[in-house]
């Protein structure tokens, strides 16, 4: 069974930074992707970054140039490194593991509050 604990949300002020992790653990296979979603009440979920098994990254517009995703392969774990937040970036944050038999796997999302 796979599981991913995300960690590192909190309240920050504008301008400032966080790192978002996201550990897995369990039986991965053939992992295509990893992948940061942001969620606020009442609306869906969006993708922010993705990081390809290929190494590529691709990031949203609203988070280009601020957000970067990286991962440790040692020890399967993803970041997200937030820069310059702004009080848009208030969300719930998940981090997602996709194989390339498109299963997904889901972390239990951290609460990212961004205010003066």
């Known amino acids: 069974q796979v599981q991913l604990v995300e960690s590192g949300g909190g309240l920050v002020q504008p301008g400032g930074s966080l790192r978002l992790s996201c550990a897995a653990s369990?039986?991965?296979?053939?992992?295509?992707?990893m992948e940061w979603y942001r969620q606020t009440p009442g609306q869906e979920r969006e993708r922010v970054a993705i990081r390809r098994n290929s190494g590529s990254t691709s990031y949203e517009d609203p988070v280009k140039g601020r957000f970067t995703i990286s991962r440790d392969p040692a020890t399967n774990t993803v970041f997200l490194q937030m820069d310059s937040l702004k009080p848009e970036d208030t969300a719930v944050y998940y981090c997602s593991f996709v194989s390339y038999g498109g299963v997904r796997h889901w972390g239990q999302g951290t609460q990212v509050t961004v205010s003066s």
């Open positions: 369990g039986r991965l296979f053939d992992v295509y992707a």
